[in-house]
C-alpha cells in the first residue's frame, strides 16, 4: 500500500515537472501544429518626407524677336543637358515688356550651371538668337513649390532682400489670407543659393488689378517694413509662354 502510494506521488510529480517546463513554449494549434502565439504588431513606419524640389536658376533677358529665339534656344537643348540643366518654364513679360523673356531651368549643380553660363558657346547662341543686354541670372535655392497651381499661366515673380530670413517668413506666413484676397496663390518660395537673405517668390495670379493693389497699398509696405524687407522689390508680370 505504502509503494502504490509513493509511486502515485512521484507519478504525479513529474506530470507537474513537465509541465512547469513545458509552460514558457508557444502554444500550438493541436490539430495544424500552427504557432498560435500572440504577435505584437509592429508599428507603421512614420510616413516618408516629401522630396525637396529642384533647385533652378532664373535667366531674364529682351530678345527682339519671341518666336526666332524660342526657336534657336530649343535647337540648344543638348547643350544645357549636357551641363545638368533642365527645361522648365518660358515666361513672357505683359504688353509692353513681351520681349522681356524670363527662363527657368532645373538644375542639377549650381557650379556647373554658373561655368555653363560663362562659357563662350552660350554667349554666341544668345547672341544669334537675338538676345540684347546683358542677362540677368539667379541660381535659386527652391523651399517651396506648389504644383497644383501648374495650370495658372498669368503669374508675377518677386524679388525682396530681407535682414533676417526666419524673421521675414514669420511675417510672411501671418498675412496669406490677405494676399489670397487680393487674388494671389503662392506657387513657389526660394532663396538665393547659399545666401537666404535675398528671396524669390512666384505667385499666379486671379485678379491683376486687385494684385496690383495690394502691392502699392500702404499696409503692405508697413507690413514690409516690420517684417525686416530691405528696399523695394523687383517685381516681374509674366504669362507661361511654354511648360516642359
Known amino acids: 500500500m505504502k509503494k502504490t502510494t509513493l509511486f502515485a506521488m512521484l507519478f504525479a510529480a513529474g506530470i507537474c515537472l513537465l509541465a512547469s517546463c513545458n509552460s514558457g513554449e508557444s502554444k500550438t494549434d493541436e490539430t495544424t501544429g500552427a504557432d498560435t502565439t500572440t504577435k505584437k504588431e509592429e508599428p507603421a513606419p512614420p510616413p516618408a518626407a516629401p522630396a525637396k524640389p529642384a533647385n533652378v536658376v532664373l535667366i531674364w533677358h529682351k530678345v527682339t524677336n519671341f518666336s526666332k529665339w ?3 534656344y530649343e535647337s540648344h537643348d543638348s547643350a544645357r543637358l549636357a551641363n545638368g540643366l533642365h527645361n ?12 522681356m523673356v524670363m527662363v527657368a531651368l532645373k538644375m542639377d549643380d549650381a557650379e556647373k ?14 547672341q ?7 542677362p540677368k541670372m539667379s541660381y535659386v535655392d527652391v523651399q517651396m513649390l506648389d504644383a497644383s497651381t501648374d495650370n495658372a499661366d498669368l503669374r508675377v515673380m518677386r524679388m525682396v532682400k530681407v535682414k533676417d530670413y526666419d524673421t521675414w517668413k514669420k511675417a510672411f506666413d501671418s498675412t496669406k489670407q490677405t494676399r489670397t484676397d487680393a487674388g494671389l496663390t503662392e506657387r513657389a518660395l ?6 537666404n537673405h535675398d528671396i524669390t517668390i512666384v505667385y499666379t495670379v486671379a ?6 493693389a495690394y502691392f502699392n497699398s500702404p499696409e503692405l509696405k508697413e507690413r514690409m517694413k516690420t517684417g525686416g524687407v530691405d528696399g523695394a522689390p ?6 507661361v509662354a511654354k511648360k516642359y
Request: charged fraction near 25%; proline fraction near 2%; glycine fraction near 12%.
Open 190 to 195: 526660394g532663396y538665393t543659393i547659399g545666401d
Open 88 to 99: 522648365y518654364i518660358i515666361g513672357r513679360g505683359l504688353a509692353k515688356d513681351s520681349n
Open 207 to 212: 485678379d491683376k488689378k486687385k494684385a496690383e
Open 113 to 126: 550651371a554658373k561655368q555653363f553660363a560663362a562659357s563662350p558657346d552660350l554667349k554666341a547662341a544668345m
Open 234 to 239: 523687383e517685381t516681374f508680370w509674366y504669362n
Open 70 to 72: 524660342l526657336a534657336l
Open 128 to 134: 544669334k538668337g537675338g538676345v540684347s543686354g546683358t
